[in-house]
């Protein structure tokens, strides 16, 4: 299983807009050497993190099946980026197109400091950007290094500014499970 977390706030050098460049991308995602887009999650409206007075994101993941090296992925990725008229600058800044490898291998459960890519992605059980649409896709998924279930990382974040873009409410907060009893 390979997650991608797909994510868009500036218009295409065409004009199209962030959600257009976000359904441009999976259906580049699916034509990858050796790999199948198998599931896509709903699209989701997000506040920028860290907060700014940037546009709101677009974001999504989609659940691929197949098999590649981590290092061909990223570098598939990039074309993908670029193709869409990403140009790198400032860590956080607007971008026409992010694609980010969340998890990879048997189950998702590829563990992988170094070279980069680093896999799952350091930052994916901090951003409800990213757990939010994951679950769409790939719910029983667990993080290989944290063992906790996406719906448990979900849980422990605020979900506030992430708005799915089809109207349909987005899953309430999961509460947390119970401490066990010692």
Do not use: K
Request: hydrophobic share 45%; charged share 20%.
């Amino acid at each position: 299983m390979i997650l991608i977390a797909i994510g868009s706030n500036l218009p295409g050098a065409d004009g199209a807009p962030p959600e257009a460049i976000c359904r441009r991308a999976a259906v580049l995602l699916d034509s990858l050497p050796g790999l199948r887009l198998v599931a896509l999650s709903a699209w989701y409206r997000t506040a920028p993190v860290p907060a700014s007075d940037q546009p709101d994101y677009i974001n999504g993941v989609a659940r691929l099946r197949g098999h590649t090296e981590p290092e061909i992925l990223l570098a598939a990725l990039q074309a993908i980026e670029a193709a869409a008229g990403r140009v790198r600058g400032a860590p956080g800044a607007a971008r026409t197109l992010d694609l980010d490898i969340v998890a990879m291998g048997p189950g998702g459960g590829l563990r992988r400091d170094a070279p980069d890519p680093v896999v799952p992605h350091p930052r994916a059980h901090l951003r409800p950007f990213v757990l939010m649409p994951l679950l769409d896709v790939a719910p029983a998924w667990r993080h290989p290094v944290l063992g906790r279930p996406a719906a448990a990382l979900m849980a422990a974040l605020d979900p506030a500014g992430v708005r799915r873009l089809d109207g349909r409410p987005a899953p309430p907060r999961l509460q947390s499970p119970p401490a066990s009893p010692n």
